[in-house]
C-alpha cells in the first residue's frame, strides 16, 4: 500500500479522503490556498504545504505547484477528488510522467470518456443506448439550425468539453435557437477553453438516473447500484438518493448492466459514474455522459452497498482487485443526500461566505452522516464552491429515510452564514417529493415557483 498520498483538493471531499486513507493506514498531505490556511483538512492531514494564492487559478488547479508539492512531501500518489483537476487528463498525464500514481482513470480514458462527443462514439460501439443528436462537434449556428431541424425540438445544447451545469441550453423552437447557442458556446468557452457544442433531442418528462462503477486493472467491474438526481435548479444537483423510486427490478437490470458494459468497453479503472435520461413515458434510457471521478452523492451508494468508495479508489490505485465482487454485493434500504449550501435561496441563492460564529451539526441515531469541512470561527471564504456540508440519512425504506433527513434538518443550525438548510426542508416535505412524484423539470418548473411565492 501507498506509505503517502497528496489530497489535490479542499473542503469536505478533502477530509472525507484523508479519513479514508488514515483507516488505511496512509499518511496523507493536504495543500492549500493562502485563503485555506486554517481549513479543517489542513488541520486533519499529517502534512500541509501552501500551493498558491486564493485565487484557484493560482493554488488548486495549478498543476506544476502541486506536482511539485508532491515531489517535496515524498508523496506516492495523488487523490483530485471532485471538481478542480479531477477530470483534467493533462494532469493525469502529468503525474504518470513523473511516476506519481493518480488516484482515478487513466488520461487516455479520461480523453475519451470526458468529451461528450467521444463518449457518445463508444458508447454506440459498446451496444449501450444513446439519445438521438449531433454525430459530430457542431461550431457554428448553421450546423445547430440543421441538425435540430433533422431531430426536432425540444433540443439540449451542450458543451462538448462541459460539466457542473456550464455551456447548457434548453431549445423549444428555432427562434429561441441562435441566441441560446451563441450564448451556450461563449459561456463553454469560457469555462473550458473550447467551444464546441453538440446537440441532443431533449427527453422529456425525464429522471436523471446514475450508475456508480468500480474497476480494476485486473479487469474486474462491478456496479453498486444507482442513484436519482433529478432534483436539479440551472442543471445543479441539490438532493440524490439512492434507489431511484422511478425503477423496478427489470429497469435496474438493464440499465445497471448497460453501465457495466460500458466501463468494461473503455477499460476504466477506478470510481465512476454513468449517467442515463430515463424517458418515463417509454420506459426507454439513454447514455448522457460519463464521470470520471467520485461524485459528490457517493454517501447515499455506500449507505445502501457497505462498500466504501474512496477506500476502493485508493486499493484499485495501488494496483490490487476490487475487495468486493458483483456477487457479494447486496443492497439494504434507502439513503438520500441533501447538499447544504452558504447560500440565500431567498435572493436567487446568491451566495453566503462569512465567518460560522455558531455551529450544530445533526447527529446521533442509526444511519445518519454529516460530510463538512466547517467548525465554529471558521471562515468560509468566497472564492470557491458554496457548498459546505451534505447531510447524509439511510432508513430501512424511503419513508424512514425521508423522516429521518426532515429530523436532521430540523436540528441543523448554522449562525453567522446564511444556508439553504430551510429550503432543504421545505423541499424534502413537499408532498410531490415524499410520494416520489417529480422529474428533471419539478424543481424549476413547479416547486420554485411556489417556493418563491411564499418569499
Same mark, same amino acid.
Do not use: W
Given at each position: ?8 483538493? *479542499? ?43 486564493a ?63 467521444? /463518449? ?27 441538425? /435540430? ?80 438526481c433529478?432534483?436539479q *435548479?440551472?442543471?445543479?444537483k441539490?438532493l440524490?438518493?439512492s ?26 479503472e ?22 470520471? *471521478? ?17 477506500k ?32 440565500? @435561496? ?7 461566505p ?26 468560509? @471564504? ?30 441543523f ?17 413537499? @408532498?410531490?417529493?415524499? /410520494?416520489g ?19
Amino acid at each position: 500500500m501507498f506509505n503517502k498520498i497528496l489530497i489535490a483538493n *479542499r473542503g469536505e471531499i478533502a477530509v472525507r479522503i484523508i479519513r479514508a486513507a488514515r483507516e488505511l493506514g496512509v499518511g496523507t498531505v493536504a495543500i492549500y490556498s493562502t485563503a485555506d490556511h486554517d481549513a479543517l483538512h489542513v488541520h486533519l492531514a499529517d502534512e500541509a504545504i501552501c500551493v498558491g494564492p486564493a485565487r484557484s487559478t493560482e493554488s488548486y488547479l495549478n498543476m506544476n505547484n502541486i506536482l511539485s508539492a508532491a515531489v517535496a512531501t515524498g508523496a506516492q500518489a495523488i487523490h483530485p477528488g471532485f471538481g478542480f483537476l479531477s477530470e483534467n487528463s493533462k494532469f493525469a498525464r502529468l503525474c504518470e510522467e513523473m511516476n506519481i500514481k493518480f488516484i482515478g482513470p487513466s488520461a487516455k480514458v479520461m480523453d475519451m470518456m470526458g468529451d461528450k462527443i467521444n /463518449a457518445r462514439a463508444e458508447m454506440i460501439k459498446a451496444g449501450v443506448p444513446v439519445t438521438p443528436g449531433s454525430e459530430g462537434e457542431v461550431h457554428t449556428t448553421d450546423e445547430a439550425v440543421k441538425i /435540430a431541424e433533422e431531430i426536432g425540438y425540444p433540443i439540449m445544447l451542450k458543451a462538448s468539453a462541459g460539466g457542473g451545469g456550464k455551456g447548457i441550453r434548453k431549445v423549444n423552437n428555432v427562434e429561441e435557437l441562435v441566441p441560446a447557442f451563441e450564448a451556450a458556446q461563449a459561456e463553454a468557452q469560457a469555462a473550458f477553453g473550447n467551444g464546441a457544442m453538440f446537440i441532443e433531442r431533449m427527453i422529456f418528462p425525464a429522471r436523471h438516473i446514475e450508475v456508480q462503477i468500480l474497476g480494476d486493472s485486473h479487469g474486474n467491474v462491478i456496479h453498486l447500484g444507482e442513484r436519482d438526481c433529478s432534483l436539479q *435548479r440551472n442543471n445543479q444537483k441539490v438532493l440524490e438518493e439512492s434507489p431511484s423510486v422511478a425503477i423496478g427490478h427489470t429497469l435496474r437490470e438493464a440499465i445497471t448492466s448497460a453501465a457495466v458494459k460500458a466501463a468494461a468497453h473503455v477499460g476504466y479503472e477506478n470510481a465512476g459514474t454513468i449517467e442515463f435520461l430515463l424517458d418515463e413515458s417509454s420506459g426507454n434510457f439513454y447514455f448522457m455522459e460519463m464521470n470520471t *471521478r467520485v461524485q459528490v452523492e457517493h454517501p447515499v451508494t455506500e449507505f445502501v452497498s457497505g462498500v466504501d468508495i474512496v477506500k476502493e479508489q485508493i486499493r484499485v490505485a495501488n494496483g490490487n482487485e476490487l475487495s468486493v465482487k458483483q456477487e457479494d454485493v447486496t443492497f439494504s434500504g434507502h439513503a438520500i443526500e441533501c447538499r447544504i449550501n452558504a447560500e440565500n @435561496p431567498k435572493f436567487n441563492f446568491a451566495p453566503s461566505p462569512g465567518k460560522i460564529t455558531n455551529l450544530f451539526l445533526p447527529s446521533g441515531g442509526v444511519g445518519l452522516r454529516v460530510d463538512s469541512a466547517m467548525y465554529s470561527g471558521y471562515s468560509i @471564504p468566497p472564492y470557491y464552491d458554496s457548498m459546505i456540508a451534505k447531510v447524509i440519512v439511510h432508513g430501512e425504506n424511503r419513508f424512514e429515510a425521508l423522516m429521518k433527513m426532515q429530523r436532521a434538518l430540523m436540528e441543523f443550525d448554522v449562525e453567522g452564514v446564511i444556508t439553504n438548510v430551510d429550503f432543504q426542508l421545505e423541499l424534502i416535505s413537499d @408532498p410531490h417529493v415524499v /410520494a416520489g412524484d417529480y422529474d428533471t423539470s419539478f424543481l424549476g418548473n413547479v416547486f420554485l415557483p411556489e417556493y418563491q411565492k411564499e418569499i
